[in-house]
């Protein structure tokens, strides 16, 4: 079976930190991906990697920035954590771009508290 | 553009009810359409999929149909369990120039009453 890892379940921090969560798949996708999930707004793609050392904006990058410098893992960064950002955080991977019918798999997420 | 709708929940079911939760889509090119569900404190588990015009998905007695003609891929369960009480999302890939993404609806709560 697919595992993707997410390193914490509930995560607390202050207005200004710089946040660091990780994500780790076992299953050599070449995919991965950070979302963000609020009620009543679904999930929203805050930004991809389809490669390593790759990354593409998803549609909320602002605030952002991520790092993937090895295939496995792929770290979403928070630069200054703003209370805005208090959220549920998902990680994904999934093969190749160009097989349209491969489903993504996702981590158990992170719930992210900012105060 | 890329875009899925879903009927907005929660929906509220007693036990052995049947579920239909609408999807419909809109996509550049040809999708592959996915069903979604999230349990309570869970990440998201994929359901079911169809990637063409005509498959039926199937898992755990939920099924889906992809329509091309109608662009939708509604969710039905003929009898549904309180187990089944979760979020539950549709979701749409295209491949090429979109990277692979998935294009997710904002996800119907549902709760099945014993």
């Known amino acids: 079976d697919v595992k993707v890892t997410q390193s914490s379940r509930y995560l607390v921090k202050r207005t200004g930190e710089k946040v660091f969560l990780e994500c780790v798949q076992d299953m050599d996708h070449e995919n991965m991906f950070w979302y963000r999930q609020d009620p009543g707004l679904g999930l929203r793609l805050i930004y991809f990697?389809?490669?390593?050392?790759?990354?593409e904006k998803g549609d909320i990058p602002e605030g952002y920035s991520v790092s993937r410098e090895k295939k496995e893992r792929f770290s979403l960064i928070l630069e200054s954590a703003s209370t805005n950002q208090t959220s549920m955080y998902l990680c994904?991977?999934?093969?190749?771009?160009?097989?349209?019918?491969?489903?993504?798999?996702f981590g158990d997420g992170t719930r992210l508290s900012i105060l | 553009g890329n875009s899925v709708t879903q009927m907005e929940g929660p929906v509220t079911l007693s036990e052995e009810a049947f579920l239909t939760i609408n999807c419909t889509y809109t996509?550049?090119?040809?999708?592959?359409l996915f069903w979604y569900v999230q349990y309570p404190g869970e990440g998201l588990q994929l359901l079911l999929k169809?990637?063409?015009?005509?498959d039926k998905g199937s898992n755990k007695g939920f099924e889906a149909t992809y329509r091309k003609e109608t662009t939708s891929f509604h969710l039905e369960k003929g009898s549904v369990q309180v187990s089944d009480s979760a979020v539950y999302f549709c979701a749409l890939r295209v491949g090429g120039s979109t990277l692979g993404r998935l294009y997710f609806g904002r996800g119907t709560q549902l709760t099945v009453w014993p």
């Open positions: 169809a990637t063409k015009a005509d």
């Open positions: 990697s389809y490669d390593v050392k790759m990354k």
């Open positions: 994904a991977s999934s093969f190749q771009l160009s097989v349209s019918n491969q489903p993504q798999h």
């Open positions: 996509a550049t090119g040809y999708p592959s």
